[in-house]
Protein backbone atom coordinates (compact mmCIF):
# COMPACT_ATOMS: atom_id res chain seq x y z
CA UNK A 1 0.00 0.00 0.00
CA UNK A 2 1.13 3.98 -0.86
CA UNK A 3 2.58 5.30 2.24
CA UNK A 4 2.60 9.30 2.94
CA UNK A 5 5.63 8.81 4.97
CA UNK A 6 7.12 12.02 2.72
CA UNK A 7 4.12 14.10 1.76
CA UNK A 8 0.99 15.86 3.58
CA UNK A 9 -1.26 16.15 0.71
CA UNK A 10 -4.23 14.26 1.28
CA UNK A 11 -5.21 11.04 -0.25
CA UNK A 12 -6.74 11.31 -3.82
CA UNK A 13 -9.38 8.93 -4.78
CA UNK A 14 -8.37 5.48 -7.22
CA UNK A 15 -10.08 7.85 -10.02
CA UNK A 16 -7.80 10.93 -9.67
CA UNK A 17 -4.97 8.58 -9.41
CA UNK A 18 -5.75 6.86 -13.13
CA UNK A 19 -6.62 10.01 -14.54
CA UNK A 20 -3.33 11.89 -13.32
CA UNK A 21 -1.44 8.64 -14.61
CA UNK A 22 -3.20 9.11 -17.73
CA UNK A 23 -2.22 12.30 -18.37
CA UNK A 24 1.40 12.29 -17.43
CA UNK A 25 1.44 9.05 -19.65
CA UNK A 26 -0.59 10.64 -22.46
CA UNK A 27 2.53 13.48 -22.66
CA UNK A 28 3.86 10.35 -25.28
CA UNK A 29 0.86 9.56 -27.32
CA UNK A 30 0.61 13.42 -27.60
CA UNK A 31 4.16 14.33 -28.71
CA UNK A 32 3.60 11.61 -31.74
CA UNK A 33 0.06 11.93 -32.83
CA UNK A 34 -0.88 15.48 -32.46
CA UNK A 35 2.15 16.22 -34.89
CA UNK A 36 1.28 13.46 -37.33
CA UNK A 37 -0.96 16.16 -39.20
CA UNK A 38 2.24 18.47 -39.21
CA UNK A 39 4.53 16.29 -40.94
CA UNK A 40 4.49 17.64 -44.69
CA UNK A 41 4.61 21.18 -43.25
CA UNK A 42 7.12 21.03 -40.81
CA UNK A 43 9.47 18.50 -43.68
CA UNK A 44 8.63 21.95 -46.19
CA UNK A 45 9.70 24.68 -43.88
CA UNK A 46 12.76 23.11 -42.68
CA UNK A 47 14.23 22.30 -46.31
CA UNK A 48 13.33 18.21 -45.74
CA UNK A 49 14.02 16.94 -49.35
CA UNK A 50 12.44 13.19 -49.25
CA UNK A 51 9.28 12.90 -47.26
CA UNK A 52 10.03 9.49 -45.66
CA UNK A 53 12.97 11.86 -43.64
CA UNK A 54 9.55 13.83 -41.70
CA UNK A 55 9.04 10.02 -40.48
CA UNK A 56 12.12 11.85 -38.42
CA UNK A 57 10.61 14.01 -36.41
CA UNK A 58 8.54 10.90 -34.91
CA UNK A 59 11.23 8.73 -34.38
CA UNK A 60 13.43 11.44 -32.92
CA UNK A 61 11.04 11.52 -30.31
CA UNK A 62 11.20 7.92 -29.62
CA UNK A 63 15.19 7.52 -29.25
CA UNK A 64 15.01 10.12 -26.81
CA UNK A 65 12.38 8.37 -25.05
CA UNK A 66 14.54 5.08 -24.43
CA UNK A 67 17.58 6.60 -23.84
CA UNK A 68 15.84 8.46 -21.01
CA UNK A 69 13.52 5.57 -19.73
CA UNK A 70 17.15 3.87 -18.43
CA UNK A 71 17.69 6.15 -16.41
CA UNK A 72 14.77 7.90 -14.64
CA UNK A 73 13.59 4.52 -13.03
CA UNK A 74 16.84 3.99 -10.92
CA UNK A 75 16.80 7.81 -10.06
CA UNK A 76 13.27 7.75 -8.74
CA UNK A 77 14.21 4.74 -6.59
CA UNK A 78 16.98 7.30 -5.65
CA UNK A 79 15.47 10.90 -5.56
CA UNK A 80 11.95 9.54 -5.27
CA UNK A 81 8.72 8.87 -7.96
CA UNK A 82 7.99 12.76 -7.40
CA UNK A 83 11.33 14.24 -7.74
CA UNK A 84 12.10 12.58 -11.19
CA UNK A 85 8.85 13.22 -12.80
CA UNK A 86 9.51 17.03 -12.29
CA UNK A 87 12.98 16.80 -13.77
CA UNK A 88 11.47 15.45 -16.90
CA UNK A 89 9.01 17.45 -16.72
CA UNK A 90 11.78 20.05 -16.92
CA UNK A 91 13.48 18.82 -19.74
CA UNK A 92 10.68 18.09 -21.75
CA UNK A 93 9.98 21.88 -21.80
CA UNK A 94 13.36 23.12 -23.14
CA UNK A 95 12.85 20.72 -25.67
CA UNK A 96 9.66 22.30 -26.60
CA UNK A 97 10.91 25.34 -26.74
CA UNK A 98 14.11 24.25 -29.13
CA UNK A 99 11.50 23.44 -31.57
CA UNK A 100 9.63 26.11 -31.46
CA UNK A 101 12.55 28.28 -32.03
CA UNK A 102 13.84 25.64 -34.66
CA UNK A 103 14.38 27.09 -38.32
CA UNK A 104 16.71 24.20 -39.12
CA UNK A 105 15.59 20.66 -39.39
CA UNK A 106 18.54 19.35 -37.45
CA UNK A 107 17.38 22.06 -34.77
CA UNK A 108 14.12 20.71 -34.81
CA UNK A 109 15.24 16.86 -34.22
CA UNK A 110 17.60 17.79 -31.49
CA UNK A 111 14.27 19.33 -29.20
CA UNK A 112 12.32 16.37 -29.91
CA UNK A 113 14.86 13.73 -28.46
CA UNK A 114 14.82 15.97 -25.80
CA UNK A 115 11.45 15.80 -25.83
CA UNK A 116 11.96 12.11 -25.37
CA UNK A 117 14.11 12.40 -22.62
CA UNK A 118 11.90 14.24 -20.33
CA UNK A 119 8.67 12.52 -21.39
CA UNK A 120 10.63 9.19 -20.52
CA UNK A 121 10.18 10.71 -16.84
CA UNK A 122 6.64 10.67 -16.54
CA UNK A 123 5.53 7.78 -18.91
CA UNK A 124 8.47 5.08 -17.02
CA UNK A 125 8.18 6.46 -13.24
CA UNK A 126 4.42 6.15 -13.72
CA UNK A 127 4.22 2.56 -13.94
CA UNK A 128 6.56 2.53 -10.51
CA UNK A 129 4.04 4.69 -9.17
CA UNK A 130 1.41 2.06 -9.94
CA UNK A 131 3.64 -0.92 -9.27
CA UNK A 132 4.40 0.66 -5.68
CA UNK A 133 0.74 -0.06 -5.19
CA UNK A 134 -0.67 -2.95 -7.22
CA UNK A 135 0.44 -6.29 -8.24
CA UNK A 136 -0.57 -8.79 -10.38
CA UNK A 137 -3.99 -9.09 -12.12
CA UNK A 138 -5.01 -6.17 -10.17
CA UNK A 139 -2.12 -3.82 -11.58
CA UNK A 140 -3.13 -5.01 -14.87
CA UNK A 141 -6.88 -3.89 -14.15
CA UNK A 142 -5.27 -0.81 -13.35
CA UNK A 143 -3.13 -0.14 -16.09
CA UNK A 144 -5.99 -1.02 -18.35
CA UNK A 145 -8.20 1.79 -16.16
CA UNK A 146 -5.21 4.34 -17.56
CA UNK A 147 -5.02 3.41 -20.77
CA UNK A 148 -9.03 3.55 -21.31
CA UNK A 149 -8.27 7.14 -20.17
CA UNK A 150 -4.86 7.51 -22.23
CA UNK A 151 -6.45 5.87 -25.42
CA UNK A 152 -8.45 9.73 -25.48
CA UNK A 153 -5.48 11.14 -26.50
CA UNK A 154 -4.59 9.33 -30.07
CA UNK A 155 -7.96 9.66 -30.56
CA UNK A 156 -8.14 13.91 -29.83
CA UNK A 157 -4.82 14.58 -30.79
CA UNK A 158 -3.95 14.86 -34.91
CA UNK A 159 -7.50 16.78 -34.38
CA UNK A 160 -6.19 19.18 -31.94
CA UNK A 161 -3.04 19.36 -34.49
CA UNK A 162 -4.70 19.71 -37.19
CA UNK A 163 -7.13 22.22 -35.54
CA UNK A 164 -4.11 24.01 -34.51
CA UNK A 165 -2.63 24.23 -38.39
CA UNK A 166 -6.31 25.74 -39.41
CA UNK A 167 -5.69 28.92 -37.41
CA UNK A 168 -1.87 29.39 -36.92
CA UNK A 169 0.62 27.23 -37.63
CA UNK A 170 3.31 23.97 -36.19
CA UNK A 171 4.99 26.01 -33.49
CA UNK A 172 1.66 26.29 -31.95
CA UNK A 173 1.59 22.62 -31.65
CA UNK A 174 4.42 22.35 -29.20
CA UNK A 175 3.14 25.47 -27.25
CA UNK A 176 0.08 23.12 -26.48
CA UNK A 177 2.23 20.98 -25.06
CA UNK A 178 4.13 22.86 -22.96
CA UNK A 179 0.51 23.74 -21.30
CA UNK A 180 -0.50 20.69 -20.64
CA UNK A 181 3.43 19.91 -19.23
CA UNK A 182 2.76 22.50 -16.65
CA UNK A 183 -0.37 21.64 -15.79
CA UNK A 184 0.67 17.66 -15.53
CA UNK A 185 3.38 19.04 -12.96
CA UNK A 186 0.91 21.33 -10.68
CA UNK A 187 -1.34 18.04 -10.46
CA UNK A 188 1.41 16.02 -9.36
CA UNK A 189 2.99 18.67 -7.29
CA UNK A 190 -0.06 19.37 -5.12
CA UNK A 191 -1.97 16.25 -5.53
CA UNK A 192 -0.24 12.74 -5.44
CA UNK A 193 1.63 11.55 -2.19
CA UNK A 194 4.69 10.63 -3.01
CA UNK A 195 4.84 6.12 -2.71
CA UNK A 196 8.27 5.75 -1.89
CA UNK A 197 9.42 5.84 1.75
CA UNK A 198 12.86 7.46 2.08
CA UNK A 199 14.01 4.18 4.12
CA UNK A 200 13.25 2.28 0.82
CA UNK A 201 15.61 4.55 -1.35
CA UNK A 202 18.35 3.07 -3.26
CA UNK A 203 21.53 5.18 -4.09
CA UNK A 204 22.08 6.02 -8.27
CA UNK A 205 24.30 3.64 -9.53
CA UNK A 206 25.02 2.21 -12.53
CA UNK A 207 26.27 -1.35 -10.78
CA UNK A 208 22.81 -1.40 -9.65
CA UNK A 209 21.46 -0.86 -13.21
CA UNK A 210 23.70 -3.29 -14.71
CA UNK A 211 22.40 -5.55 -12.28
CA UNK A 212 19.02 -4.84 -13.10
CA UNK A 213 19.22 -5.42 -16.53
CA UNK A 214 21.13 -8.76 -15.52
CA UNK A 215 18.04 -9.74 -13.66
CA UNK A 216 15.39 -8.97 -16.46
CA UNK A 217 17.53 -11.02 -18.62
CA UNK A 218 17.28 -14.21 -16.53
CA UNK A 219 13.61 -13.62 -15.46
CA UNK A 220 11.94 -15.75 -18.05
CA UNK A 221 8.32 -13.45 -17.46
CA UNK A 222 10.09 -10.40 -17.47
CA UNK A 223 12.28 -10.94 -20.60
CA UNK A 224 9.74 -12.61 -22.63
CA UNK A 225 7.22 -10.20 -22.01
CA UNK A 226 9.28 -7.22 -22.73
CA UNK A 227 10.36 -8.74 -25.80
CA UNK A 228 7.01 -9.25 -27.14
CA UNK A 229 5.63 -5.84 -26.19
CA UNK A 230 8.78 -4.64 -28.22
CA UNK A 231 7.19 -6.46 -30.73
CA UNK A 232 4.20 -5.28 -30.54
CA UNK A 233 5.26 -1.61 -30.03
CA UNK A 234 7.46 -1.85 -33.34
CA UNK A 235 4.13 -2.59 -35.06
CA UNK A 236 2.75 0.83 -33.57
CA UNK A 237 5.56 2.59 -34.43
CA UNK A 238 5.76 1.25 -38.07
CA UNK A 239 1.91 2.63 -38.09
CA UNK A 240 2.58 5.75 -36.49
CA UNK A 241 5.17 6.99 -38.67
CA UNK A 242 3.86 6.11 -42.19
CA UNK A 243 0.39 6.52 -41.47
CA UNK A 244 0.35 9.89 -42.10
CA UNK A 245 1.55 9.05 -45.45
CA UNK A 246 -0.49 6.04 -45.97
CA UNK A 247 -3.84 7.97 -45.46
CA UNK A 248 -3.35 11.11 -46.82
CA UNK A 249 -1.01 9.89 -50.04
CA UNK A 250 -1.92 6.27 -50.59
CA UNK A 251 -5.70 6.88 -50.05
CA UNK A 252 -5.84 10.80 -50.60
CA UNK A 253 -8.27 11.14 -47.92
CA UNK A 254 -6.63 15.40 -47.21
CA UNK A 255 -7.77 16.88 -44.10
CA UNK A 256 -9.85 14.38 -43.12
CA UNK A 257 -6.73 11.94 -41.99
CA UNK A 258 -7.32 13.41 -38.28
CA UNK A 259 -10.99 11.19 -38.30
CA UNK A 260 -9.81 7.95 -39.56
CA UNK A 261 -6.43 8.02 -37.28
CA UNK A 262 -9.54 8.76 -34.42
CA UNK A 263 -11.17 5.96 -35.40
CA UNK A 264 -8.76 3.18 -35.35
CA UNK A 265 -7.98 4.45 -31.83
CA UNK A 266 -11.83 4.16 -30.37
CA UNK A 267 -10.89 0.40 -30.94
CA UNK A 268 -7.47 0.42 -28.57
CA UNK A 269 -9.89 2.23 -26.07
CA UNK A 270 -12.66 -0.02 -26.46
CA UNK A 271 -10.50 -2.66 -26.11
CA UNK A 272 -8.65 -1.42 -22.77
CA UNK A 273 -12.40 -1.39 -21.43
CA UNK A 274 -12.86 -4.75 -22.50
CA UNK A 275 -9.86 -5.90 -21.09
CA UNK A 276 -9.95 -4.78 -17.66
CA UNK A 277 -12.98 -6.35 -16.98
CA UNK A 278 -12.19 -9.81 -18.03
CA UNK A 279 -8.44 -9.93 -17.07
CA UNK A 280 -9.62 -10.47 -13.17
CA UNK A 281 -11.23 -13.65 -14.62
CA UNK A 282 -9.41 -14.82 -17.16
CA UNK A 283 -5.54 -13.84 -16.33
CA UNK A 284 -2.96 -11.77 -18.45
CA UNK A 285 -1.60 -14.84 -20.18
CA UNK A 286 -4.64 -16.49 -22.17
CA UNK A 287 -5.82 -12.74 -23.43
CA UNK A 288 -2.28 -11.74 -24.45
CA UNK A 289 -2.26 -15.45 -26.53
CA UNK A 290 -5.70 -14.67 -27.82
CA UNK A 291 -4.86 -11.15 -28.98
CA UNK A 292 -1.66 -12.50 -30.74
CA UNK A 293 -2.90 -15.51 -32.48
CA UNK A 294 -5.84 -13.09 -33.95
CA UNK A 295 -3.53 -10.88 -35.06
CA UNK A 296 -1.12 -13.08 -36.82
CA UNK A 297 -3.74 -14.69 -38.42
CA UNK A 298 -5.64 -11.59 -39.84
CA UNK A 299 -2.70 -9.74 -41.04
CA UNK A 300 -1.56 -12.60 -43.13
CA UNK A 301 -4.99 -13.01 -44.73
CA UNK A 302 -4.63 -9.65 -44.79
CA UNK A 303 -1.60 -9.09 -46.87
CA UNK A 304 -2.62 -11.64 -49.62
CA UNK A 305 -5.76 -9.68 -49.98
CA UNK A 306 -3.63 -6.53 -50.60
CA UNK A 307 -1.54 -7.28 -52.48
CA UNK A 308 -4.33 -8.42 -55.25
CA UNK A 309 -5.03 -5.16 -55.36
CA UNK A 310 -1.65 -4.23 -55.93
CA UNK A 311 -0.54 -3.22 -52.11
CA UNK A 312 -3.27 -0.45 -51.96
CA UNK A 313 -6.39 -1.99 -51.15
CA UNK A 314 -9.67 -0.75 -51.22
CA UNK A 315 -9.91 2.13 -48.07
CA UNK A 316 -12.67 0.52 -46.52
CA UNK A 317 -11.13 -2.86 -46.19
CA UNK A 318 -8.01 -1.39 -44.61
CA UNK A 319 -10.37 -0.03 -41.98
CA UNK A 320 -12.30 -3.01 -41.57
CA UNK A 321 -8.84 -4.79 -40.76
CA UNK A 322 -7.34 -2.22 -38.74
CA UNK A 323 -10.45 -2.13 -36.16
CA UNK A 324 -10.03 -5.55 -34.95
CA UNK A 325 -6.49 -5.34 -35.29
CA UNK A 326 -5.89 -2.47 -33.16
CA UNK A 327 -9.01 -4.15 -30.58
CA UNK A 328 -5.80 -6.57 -30.52
CA UNK A 329 -3.43 -4.18 -29.59
CA UNK A 330 -5.41 -2.47 -26.84
CA UNK A 331 -5.62 -5.91 -25.19
CA UNK A 332 -1.92 -6.37 -25.80
CA UNK A 333 -0.72 -2.67 -24.11
CA UNK A 334 -1.50 -2.98 -20.49
CA UNK A 335 -1.37 -6.99 -20.27
CA UNK A 336 2.52 -7.23 -21.59
CA UNK A 337 3.91 -4.22 -19.57
CA UNK A 338 2.31 -5.80 -16.23
CA UNK A 339 3.56 -9.41 -17.14
CA UNK A 340 7.21 -7.94 -17.88
CA UNK A 341 6.91 -6.06 -14.08
CA UNK A 342 4.94 -9.13 -12.22
CA UNK A 343 8.36 -10.55 -11.01
CA UNK A 344 9.91 -6.96 -10.44
CA UNK A 345 8.37 -5.76 -7.56
CA UNK A 346 10.93 -5.55 -5.28
CA UNK A 347 12.88 -3.45 -8.20
CA UNK A 348 9.82 -1.63 -9.48
CA UNK A 349 11.99 1.71 -10.73
CA UNK A 350 14.80 -0.26 -12.15
CA UNK A 351 12.85 -2.49 -13.13
CA UNK A 352 10.44 -0.33 -15.02
CA UNK A 353 13.20 1.69 -16.58
CA UNK A 354 15.12 -1.52 -18.32
CA UNK A 355 11.53 -2.81 -19.64
CA UNK A 356 10.81 0.36 -20.96
CA UNK A 357 14.35 1.08 -22.51
CA UNK A 358 14.47 -2.32 -23.62
CA UNK A 359 11.11 -2.13 -25.48
CA UNK A 360 12.37 1.23 -26.60
CA UNK A 361 14.90 0.32 -28.30
CA UNK A 362 13.62 -2.71 -30.23
CA UNK A 363 10.40 -0.71 -31.41
CA UNK A 364 12.54 2.20 -32.50
CA UNK A 365 15.15 -0.24 -34.20
CA UNK A 366 12.65 -2.01 -36.13
CA UNK A 367 9.56 0.38 -36.22
CA UNK A 368 11.52 3.23 -37.73
CA UNK A 369 12.22 0.37 -40.35
CA UNK A 370 8.79 -0.42 -40.88
CA UNK A 371 7.52 3.57 -42.02
CA UNK A 372 10.64 4.22 -43.99
CA UNK A 373 9.92 1.31 -46.21
CA UNK A 374 6.94 2.94 -47.26
CA UNK A 375 6.81 2.61 -50.72
CA UNK A 376 3.10 3.82 -51.40
CA UNK A 377 1.29 0.49 -50.38
CA UNK A 378 0.48 -0.42 -47.11
CA UNK A 379 2.56 -3.86 -47.92
CA UNK A 380 4.93 -2.84 -45.37
CA UNK A 381 2.83 -1.93 -42.71
CA UNK A 382 0.51 -5.31 -42.91
CA UNK A 383 3.36 -7.36 -43.20
CA UNK A 384 5.12 -6.06 -40.16
CA UNK A 385 2.34 -6.80 -38.43
CA UNK A 386 1.81 -9.94 -38.76
CA UNK A 387 5.94 -11.32 -38.40
CA UNK A 388 5.86 -9.24 -35.09
CA UNK A 389 2.76 -10.62 -33.77
CA UNK A 390 3.89 -14.07 -34.87
CA UNK A 391 7.26 -13.47 -32.82
CA UNK A 392 5.43 -11.93 -29.88
CA UNK A 393 3.10 -15.03 -29.83
CA UNK A 394 6.25 -17.21 -29.53
CA UNK A 395 7.45 -15.35 -26.95
CA UNK A 396 4.32 -15.19 -25.04
CA UNK A 397 3.48 -19.04 -24.97
CA UNK A 398 7.12 -19.79 -23.73
CA UNK A 399 6.90 -17.24 -21.02
CA UNK A 400 3.48 -18.80 -19.90
CA UNK A 401 4.44 -22.53 -19.69
CA UNK A 402 3.19 -23.46 -16.57
CA UNK A 403 1.81 -20.41 -15.47
CA UNK A 404 -1.29 -19.87 -17.99
CA UNK A 405 -3.66 -18.69 -14.51
CA UNK A 406 -1.58 -15.25 -14.28
Not at 135 to 147: D, K, L, N, Q, T
Request: glycine letters at 12%; one cysteine or more.
Amino acid sequence: MMTQSDSTVPTRSVAEFVALMALMTSIVALSTDAMLPALPIIGSDLGVEFANDNQLVISAFFLGLAVGQIFFGPASDSIGRKSAISIGFAIFAAGCVLSIVATDFNTMLAGRVLQGIGAAGPRTVAVALVRDQYAGRAMARIMSFVMTVFILVPIVAPLLGQGILYVGNWQGIFFLFLALAVVAFLWLTIRQPETLSRDKRHRFSLGRIGGAVIEVCSTRMAIGAALAAGAIFSAMIGYLTSSQQIFQDAYGVGNLFPVFFAVLAVAIGVASIVNARLVMRLGMQKLTVWSLSALTVMSAVFFVIAMSFGGVPPLWSFMLYGLPTFFCMGVLFGNLNAMAMEPLGHIAGVGSAVVASLTGFISLIIGSSIGRSYDGTVLPLVGGYGVLAAVALVLVIWVGGGRASQ
